[in-house]
């Protein structure tokens, strides 16, 4: 458990950071996904950490994922993937889903045009949002993209 209220279940990715699904015990009801970055990071690293949850706070698309909180892990159970107290953590809406390439388009001709279609959506918002994106992961269809901005 992190700050005596995120319970974490499992590891869902892992780069500069670390991504994990867990439950918020102020809300029980939903999962969330909550985003480590280690506490030995560099300034420069915990920068861009800092400024990517920022960002995502300041947009508002519903194909963008949300992010609620920006912490510092005070406290956490040892046998917690390895989290350490110190890291810089925040929390954002978790969804759900597969990869475009797990995605049978065989079953439904017009899923891959609704797919292109809310990406391109999304891409739009970004660019007038004066965004430049890197990193795009389609999560799902009818989907939310976790994204890398710099402004």
């Known amino acids: 458990m992190i700050n005596q209220r995120y319970v974490l279940k499992k590891e869902l990715g892992r780069g500069r950071s670390r991504v994990f699904l867990c439950n918020d015990l102020e809300f029980p009801e939903i999962d969330i996904a909550l985003k480590v970055l280690s506490k030995d990071a560099g300034e420069n690293e915990r920068n861009i950490f800092r400024n990517e949850f920022f960002t ?4 508002n698309h519903p194909g963008i994922i949300k992010a609620f909180e920006f912490s510092t892990v005070m406290n956490c159970d040892p046998a917690d993937f390895d989290v350490e107290t110190g890291s810089l953590f ?13 995605i049978d388009f065989s079953d439904d001709p017009t899923l891959l045009k609704e ?7 999304t891409l739009f918002y970004l660019h007038l949002s004066d965004y430049i994106y890197f990193d795009l992961k389609l999560k799902i269809y009818f989907a939310r993209l976790m994204i890398t901005l710099q402004k």
Do not use: H, M, R
Not at 56 to 59: A, D, G, S, T, Y
Not at 95 to 102: A, K
């Open 56 to 59: 995502l706070k300041k947009l």
């Open 90 to 102: 925040f929390t954002l809406e978790y969804f759900p889903g597969n990869t475009i390439g797990d």
């Open 115 to 121: 797919i292109i279609k809310q990406i391109c959506s």
